[in-house]
């Protein structure tokens, strides 16, 4: 009997084991393989990142044309609209004749006609941006210690080292790449090798495996670089008035411009007030999508309508909205809506149908706090809560005609929270309010065309239609970001070629010709040296020059000659002095009645010859009387008066 217990149970631990064996070997299938040109195997992203939501996201700030976008964890392209918030995983397309531009803070990103263009990252740290065709421009205003901006394309990979001005244009074949600097300095990273990029410098470089690169100066400019250089032109005269107030590197400052007025309050310092209607409310002129990781997402309709909607908070004063911005000394930290919401999943004691409701958070309201008692600044204030059916919030309706009118005194009995509502998103959520519409997608192989990178990127998002079920099953209530980055799979949102220079600058090709595309080592068709290599070497040659040699030869010198031959030369008329007057042991004049002579070595023999008279000892013994002096000399006693 214990026999056939053991065999039972031997045969249920083998069964296990073999379970076990191949879920370990179909979870080896999905882990990347091969080298550099295959998936990568490690994926740039730390367990902070993905255990909570980037604190950046973009803004599609400018749409001309036919523009489409592909949201994140779907494969269905959808009609973009300006005030979208981009993150990771989203794909961006500019058609024929169309353009966009695409706002990060601290750089502007312009998309040309036929053009491909995605984030492979997108956080505080880090935008890594993805060109498959097409030409972008990116305008970098400033670059932090620790920041990292970088293109990849499907044969190189820019990293951008400066401030600046930066054009890439990629072909419709992927195999070729044009880096231009108009501004600034870049580093390319292609073929195993590093090609320093400085300003004023356009870089063609060809090839895939192998890659050529030809230098050459920058052409005249094209239309899409006069568009962009006029946008900058009105950014920067825009931004001069809300630098004084809003925090650097607020995403969409920009766009207040002439919209609305600066000014002070007693209680919340300087605020901006926008031109509006007098029953005007915020968060009541757009529509809501769903954007992971974050959740539920507002997408104003206003030109100006995205700072003030993802940053600072809203108050009340003077019978006027206004928006008040963060500290200008604290870094911003995106946010989908600073709201606090009413119902969700329940009615909200209104109209049938209306069961989603909000208000804007005000001043020293907590964004996202759990728990508390329900009261908030702007719960008293006429018209701040907006409500609407539950099918027009999930479906990406505009809000505005289908606004709800809460009776007075209801608030009281609603208690709002900052809990998001319990609400599963539909696809339509997602796709926004152009869903359906007919519009221009790219080609298959432009859309999905891997790259070259020099960054790992982290993990691709979670697909749309697993978040969902997860969400169904958590009751309509949100996923956390521990919980999102559990179901993220191990793959990149795009796929990609990790480039691992084996070099730092460019070697010349042998005896001044081009190199072949795949010949080993770097393929460069014309070789020019940096001009940083010509200082070094004029600093070696110092010992050659001919003045520290004349320090060394002071002996040759003629001016001390005549100084040891005073002897020679006719006697000067000095006036002598009395014995008594000179220190001891300093030497006297000399005699007439003495033949100099000079002692055995000392000075003398040194030199070879006589010493100077200042040099020549005082002789020893009895001193002898002082001969009269002779005439025509002075003699040397001082004449006494009586």
Not at 456 to 467: G, I
Not at 472 to 481: D, I, K, Q, V
Not at 501 to 514: C, K, Y
Not at 582 to 601: E, I, W, Y
């Amino acid at each position: 009997m214990s026999k056939r217990r053991l065999s039972v149970f031997g045969g249920i631990g083998a069964g296990m084991l073999i379970c076990l064996g191949a879920f370990g070997a179909a979870l080896s299938q999905d882990e990347p393989q091969g080298d550099q040109t295959q998936m990568i195997e490690q994926l740039g992203e730390s367990s902070g990142q993905a255990a909570n939501a980037p604190a950046r996201a973009a803004q599609l700030s400018d749409v001309e044309g036919s523009v489409s976008l592909e949201p994140a964890g779907t494969t269905t392209w959808t009609g973009a609209d300006v005030n979208r918030p981009l993150t990771l995983g989203d794909k961006v397309w500019a058609d024929t004749d169309s353009r966009a531009e695409i706002d990060i803070g601290d750089a502007v990103i312009r998309l040309g006609s036929m053009t491909g263009f995605s984030f492979l990252n997108l956080d505080d740290q880090t935008a890594q941006m993805q060109v498959t065709a097409g030409t972008v421009i990116v305008h970098v205003d400033s670059l932090a210690s620790g920041e990292q901006d970088e293109i990849d394309t499907p044969n190189v990979a820019l990293t951008l080292q400066q401030a600046g001005t930066y054009r890439v244009e990629v072909n419709d074949a992927g195999d070729t790449t044009v880096v231009k600097v108009s501004e600034g300095a870049a580093l390319v990273s292609a073929g195993g090798q590093s090609y320093p990029v400085a300003a004023q410098q356009s870089v063609t470089f060809t090839g895939t495996n192998g890659v050529a690169a030809e230098y050459a100066t920058l052409g005249a400019p094209d239309s899409l670089d006069d568009w962009s250089l006029q946008r900058d032109q009105q950014e920067q005269q825009q931004a001069e008035v809300a630098q004084d107030y809003v925090p650097p590197d607020t995403v969409g400052e920009d766009d207040l411009g002439s919209y609305g007025s600066w000014q002070e309050t007693p209680d919340w310092g300087y605020a901006w007030f926008p031109n509006v209607a007098a029953d005007w409310a915020p968060y009541s002129i757009g529509y809501w999508v769903w954007v992971s990781p974050w959740g539920w997402t507002w997408v104003d309709q206003e030109p100006w309508g995205y700072a003030p909607f993802h940053y600072g908070r809203w108050g009340y004063w003077g019978h006027r909205w206004c928006w008040v911005p963060g500290p200008r000394g604290v870094r911003p930290v995106y946010s989908p809506a600073m709201v606090a919401w009413v119902g969700g999943g329940a009615a909200v004691g209104v109209a049938a149908g209306a069961r989603v409701g909000w208000l804007p958070l005000g001043p020293g309201d907590r964004y996202g706090a759990r728990g508390g008692d329900g009261r908030f600044v702007n719960s008293e204030v006429p018209g701040a809560v907006t409500v609407v059916p539950d099918n027009v919030f999930t479906g990406a309706q505009p809000v505005g005609p289908h606004r709800v009118s809460l009776p007075r005194g209801s608030m009281a009995a609603l208690r709002p929270t900052t809990a998001a509502p319990a609400i599963t998103p539909q696809r339509q959520s997602v796709l926004g309010a152009n869903a359906g519409m007919r519009i221009r997608t790219p080609p298959s192989a432009i859309a999905n065309r891997p790259v070259v990178a020099r960054l790992a990127p982290p993990r691709a998002p979670v697909s749309f239609t697993s978040e969902q079920a997860a969400i169904r099953a958590n009751g309509g209530r949100p996923l956390s970001a521990t919980q999102l980055s559990r179901m993220r799979p191990y793959t990149p949102a795009a796929p990609v070629r990790l480039s691992t220079p084996t070099r730092s600058d460019r070697p010349p090709s042998a005896a001044g010709q081009p190199m072949r595309p795949g010949a080993q080592g770097a393929a460069v068709r014309r070789y020019m040296p940096p001009p940083r290599v010509i200082a070094p070497q004029q600093r070696y040659t110092v010992p050659e020059r001919p003045v520290p040699q004349q320090r060394y030869t002071p002996p040759e010198r003629p001016i001390p000659q005549p100084h040891f031959t005073p002897h020679e030369s006719p006697p000067r008329a000095a006036p002598a002095r009395a014995p008594e007057s000179h220190p001891q042991g300093r030497p006297q004049p000399p005699r007439a009645d003495v033949a100099p002579s000079a002692p055995a070595g000392g000075y003398a023999a040194a030199l070879g010859q006589s010493p100077p008279p200042m040099y020549r000892p005082i002789p020893s013994g009895p001193a002898t009387a002082r001969p009269a002096p002779s005439p025509g000399r002075l003699t040397s006693e001082r004449p006494r008066h009586s």
